[in-house]
């Protein structure tokens, strides 16, 4: 059983560039997170994705803008990169939406470098 | 504001020796809590929770965690430590009406043997 995956593992931008990360939900999952984890922090919510649409939102601008597709898979895209979007982006599944009843099961994560 | 405080940012062991990482949340109610495990290039894998109930959890590897109201604390422990044991491990919060965890900073495990 495949857990979660990410696309790719890492990449270099430019500022002002546009990026597109991709995650694979676990088998059997319907929601998927995504998280900015910056070097020596915590992982900081980005938004949920349940049934293709946006279900919860952290603190973070429009330029991070997401999708979920039929198949349950996800994309986050990220625009006018700065340089503080350098991080660790990481994607989480779970079944159904909810908080803590719903356990999260964690990808290896996208390394973003922004130059 | 809700947040999530882990005090230590490293901690070193050596291998076999008891380990305690510590964990304060500030919430207006208890929250759900969380304690994960984040190995060298991988994602966070779930080490235990806490929902309600028995204020001590077990959770895997060998690990269990404490619930005290009266501190606002949710520490780690295990009683004896593996060189395996050694990454990074994150303590979480989530309010029970949200769907928006609270991660700690994270504190960084060393081993030695």
């Known amino acids: 059983d495949a857990g979660v995956t990410q696309s790719p ?24 997170s995504w998280y900015q984890q910056a070097l020596g922090q915590g992982p900081q919510f980005i938004f ?17 803008s997401g ?35 719903n356990e999260q099961f964690f990808g290896p994560g996208t390394r973003l470098t922004v130059l | 504001a809700q947040s999530v405080t882990q005090p230590d940012i490293h901690i070193t062991v050596s291998e076999g020796a008891s380990l305690e ?20 290039g991988q994602g966070l894998q779930l080490l235990l929770k806490y929902f309600s109930g028995d204020t001590l959890v077990q959770g895997i590897k060998g690990f269990e965690a404490e619930f005290k109201r009266s501190q ?3 520490n780690l422990r295990k009683p004896s430590v593996h060189w395996s044991d050694a990454a990074e491990y994150f303590c ?5 009406g949200s769907y928006i965890p609270t991660f700690g900073r994270g504190t960084s495990l060393i081993v030695h043997p």
């Open chain 2, 21 to 40: 990482l510590r964990c304060n949340y500030s919430y207006g109610a208890t929250p759900y809590l969380f304690w994960y495990v984040q190995s060298p």
């Open chain 1, 9 to 32: 593992t890492h990449l270099i931008k430019t500022r002002g560039q546009q990026v597109t990360l991709r995650c694979s939900p676990k088998s059997g999952h319907d929601t998927v």
């Open chain 2, 92 to 96: 979480a919060a989530l309010s029970g």
């Open chain 2, 72 to 74: 606002s604390s949710f």
């Open chain 1, 67 to 101: 999708h979920q597709f039929p198949n349950y898979s996800s994309e986050l895209n990220v625009n006018a990169l700065l340089l503080g979007d350098s991080a660790l982006y990481l994607c989480a599944s779970s079944l159904g939406v909810g908080g803590g009843g």
């Open chain 1, 48 to 64: 949920q994705y349940y049934e293709e649409e946006e279900r919860q939102r952290g603190n973070f601008p429009d330029r991070f």
